[in-house]
């Protein structure tokens, strides 16, 4: 008996969940079957690879290595796969398209049709989690490409810049004193009124960081899932937060928000594209990179159409 690529997706799948009902819910097949699977490969490499304890499985020394390299192998076999798909034409067939979840409602609804309708053969699979998660199932060879905030270090993962995403001032309309933009600065925020997302949102750290706030100072209920919720509870006066453009452009000028722009160097995000570098779709990248960047960038004018950028602002002034 060989050591099968069955072997290494259950096994992959199980040193991520670290629980046998989940991964073999993952991998479409009954726990036992699963379990028998596991036995199996560490009869073949003659070591344990699994801690079997009630309620979850804890790695090996050697488990945690044999995990790291049944990824790599399952990735190169899913890129393999990829190259010869290739040959029926540029984004055609399967893709999964990973999204973190501060960009997917904003840009998906003006990207999909768009790609359906220059790539009609394309079976596109959407999955929208958190970043890390994401960047987990891209080097894994479970999703093709991700839409994340850049900068993006890994050194198995090629990234491609799409468009610049400025972050600006969200507070309460009602009782709200704007403060001037040529003023107004991120260490302005105040740590007991800011809100945030909950924790694992790659948005929460960033805002954390422009606004040079540690952990400490922040109020304990802090932690919302979506940037709706966010937007929901500024308007209704429990906070104030830190919104990319990109969310702001559906919020009306009658809405109980008043949004600001801070004065340069404003803060701000990169929303790129991310992928394996050892994919053979990367001319397939470029041009879905494209079609986004392309709607991206209509949004955030439409934003700032409404809501200028400070040096815009200045040179309306002095020509006036």
């Known amino acids: ?17 670290r629980h046998f009902g989940r991964a073999a819910e993952e991998c479409s097949v009954t726990q036992p ?25 804890q790695l090996t020394e050697v488990g945690h290595e044999v995990a790291r390299r049944a990824r790599d192998i399952l990735a190169t076999v899913f890129d393999l796969t990829e190259f010869t798909r290739r040959s029926s034409g540029p984004l055609a067939g399967p893709f999964v398209l990973g ?25 596109l699979v959407v999955r929208e989690t958190l970043t890390a998660s994401l960047i987990s199932e891209l080097v894994a060879g479970r999703i093709d490409a991700v839409l994340v905030s850049l900068p993006l270090e890994h050194p198995d993962v090629e990234t491609l810049p799409l468009f610049e995403d ?19 600065t991120p260490n302005l925020v105040a740590a007991d009124r800011l809100l ?4 694992g949102h790659c948005l929460r750290e960033q805002l954390l960081s422009v606004c040079s706030m540690p952990q400490a100072l922040l109020r304990n209920q802090n932690g919302a899932s ?3 919720t966010l937007v ?3 308007a209704n006066g429990y906070g104030v937060t830190l919104l990319p453009e990109l969310a702001t452009v559906e919020i009306g000028d009658e809405s109980r928000i008043a949004l600001s722009r801070f004065r340069d160097p404003a803060p701000r995000r990169t929303i790129g594209l991310a992928w394996r570098r050892s994919s053979p779709r990367t001319q397939d990248f470029h041009a879905l990179g494209e079609i986004i960047a392309d709607v991206g960038q209509r949004l955030i004018e439409r934003c700032r159409r409404r809501l200028p950028l400070v040096e815009d602002m200045v040179e309306a002034r002095i020509a006036s």
Do not use: C, K
Request: proline share 9%; no cysteine.
């Open 166 to 184: 400025h972050l600006l001032y969200a507070a309460p309309a009602q009782g709200h004193t704007p403060v001037p933009a040529h003023m107004l």
């Open 196 to 199: 945030l997302l909950e924790e």
């Open 33 to 57: 079957a699963l379990s028998m699977q596991m036995r199996e490969l560490e009869t073949l490499l003659a070591t344990p690879l699994i801690e079997r304890r009630r309620g979850d499985v």
């Open 99 to 123: 999204a973190a979840p501060s960009i997917a409602p904003y840009l998906l609804p003006g990207a999909l049709p768009r790609i359906r309708q220059e790539f009609p053969a394309l079976e």
């Open 1 to 17: 008996m060989m050591i099968t690529l069955r072997h290494l997706r259950y096994f992959e799948a199980l040193s991520r969940h």
């Open 226 to 228: 979506s940037l709706s």
């Open 232 to 234: 929901q509870l500024v």
